[in-house]
């Protein structure tokens, strides 16, 4: 009220642009202040995360009765339904009117018939050449052209497809990298993967020369090619760029130089793989004749489901926190210790891992669903329980690869993993470092109850679920207390959770979402695409 004094410059013209844009000024900061108004989580909902709801949501997914929640398995569906009814019950909401997020397990066997033949000479299957685990089932007759190492990233100056045309040929490469090449997309599923995006109709990837003294088949075990006695035909997960896979063999020695005979002069092979780590190769795109390869992959597929709910957040419904966890342990069967006794108890409860995650994920969904909608953050909250982590991450994989929501409207992801053994308040974080904002988020969400929190977890970084939206560009926290003796063991039982600590971190991630949810500017990744998933 000090401009009302009559004073001359408070007449003037120029004083008055200045008293409107100061009134201007403060109607946007009253406007602000309003849309992030709520300075932290009501009391009311913090009570709601109690020791006592956080035993009976342990207790209920480490059951014997749930014979670890293997994925997928009929005992991972009643956990599923288990959070599903607690979700429903909580008033947490459906996404896109389902609490299923559906994906696809596959499981494959070598089926018939299977062929590879260069310039009319046939190769014999299983000792010569073998279908590698992620080739799609197909014939292709067609030129075979030498790739090197079949290597190509735009950001790398060693690029084996620049000038060569592979669009319906089979391509042919050897197996790993060239010396000093540490970094590049070595994997032979992406040597397939960037064949099949070049226009390669197969690949076919030969033992590499220097690196190998056998020159044998280094392709996979299927069980049809050992009478059953192969690996065991696991479950693995099947993503949407599956459909990109093309025919893919590993060969022996004996197609190697069927192949490479003239692509090496006559000569033997080591100037040419000399010239090919120095980059200067003349045979790198050569013509290598007709080659004829065929294969045939017995696929069965079963859905398994992560469990998706959200609580829409009152002022940017469309911008999201998410909470997650995986739900899912490695099942039962009778397993040794370390020294190879036999173990009489043949349940792997899973009540650390993770049940006690899932406890405090769910803890947290219903205090948050207990808001009225004025009460409530300015972000929605997405909780997700994940199935499939012990396997590789695939839940998480999965639902990053088609999400419920738009991965760029996710402000953070807070994942919780083992977090109800070990010291009654010390708590292991992982992400601060990764993303701006989240250590000055969580140090104010830590004032209330305060944990010894412990930056000590980056080395576990790539083994739970954050890692998957890290990879996405998303910024992460990941919440832990760390390993212990029991850590996939039978002894990982309910009995002994510290459930008091799992409430208490329920009520920290539920604190620091809030804060998230509440901050005017969302924060930001300094690590995508460095995270490093698991491989099947």
Known sequence: M???????????????????????????????????????????????????RARTHIYTLASDRMLGRDTPSPELDSAADYITACFRRYGVEPVNGSYAHQY??????????????????????????????FSSSGHAVAEAVFVAYGLSRPDSAYDNYAGVDVRGRIAVAFEGEPEDRGGLFTRAREKMRTAAGHGAIGLILLPN????????????????????????????????????????????????????????????????????????????????????????????????????????????PDEYVVIGAHYDHI??????????????????????????????????????????????????????????????????????????????DVAAMINLDMVGRNQPNRLSVAGTTRSTLLDEMLAKANRDEPMDLA????????????????????PVLFFSSGLHPDYHRPGDEPQKIDVAKVAHVARLAARTAWVIAEWPERPRSMSAGDEHLPQE
Request: charged residues 20%; contains cysteine.
């Open 2 to 52: 000090f401009w009302s004094d009559g004073s001359r410059e408070a007449r003037s013209p120029g004083g008055l642009r200045q008293l409107l844009r100061a009134a201007a000024c403060l109607a946007l900061l009253c406007v602000a202040r309003n849309l992030f108004a709520q300075a932290s989580l009501p009391a009311e909902a913090v009570a709601r995360m109690t020791p006592l």
């Open 104 to 133: 696809n397990l596959v499981q494959q066997d070598l089926g018939s018939p299977n062929r590879l033949a260069i310039g009319g000479r046939l190769f014999a299957l299983k000792t010569q050449f073998v279908p590698l685990e």
């Open 209 to 316: 020369p220097a690196r190998s003294i056998a020159m044998k088949v280094n392709g996979f075990p299927w069980p049809a090619l050992y009478g059953g006695a192969g690996l065991p035909q696991s479950w693995r997960l099947e993503l949407p760029s599956d459909s990109d896979a093309i025919p893919c063999v590993s060969a022996d020695g004996s197609v190697m130089h069927a192949l490479l005979g003239s692509a090496a002069d006559g000569d033997s092979l080591a100037p040419l793989m000399a010239s090919l780590d120095a980059g200067s190769s003349r045979a790198v795109g050569r013509s290598l004749g007709v080659a004829d390869l065929q294969t045939t992959i017995d696929s069965r597929r079963r859905a398994v489901r992560n469990v998706v709910g959200v609580v829409r957040g009152a002022r940017l």
């Open 331 to 408: 099942g039962h069967g009778r397993r040794g210790d370390a020294s190879g006794r036999s173990l009489r108890d043949t349940i792997f409860n899973g009540a650390d891992d993770n049940a006690s995650g899932t406890a405090a994920m769910l803890l947290a969904a219903e205090a948050f669903a207990s808001l009225r909608n004025d009460q409530r953050p300015a972000r929605s909250l997405l909780f997700i329980a994940f199935s499939g982590e012990e396997k590789g991450l695939y839940g998480s994989r999965a639902y990053v690869e088609r999400p419920s929501v738009p991965n760029r």
């Open 455 to 474: 930056f000590d977890l980056e080395q576990m970084f790539s083994r739970s679920d954050q890692a998957s939206f890290a990879a996405c560009g998303i």
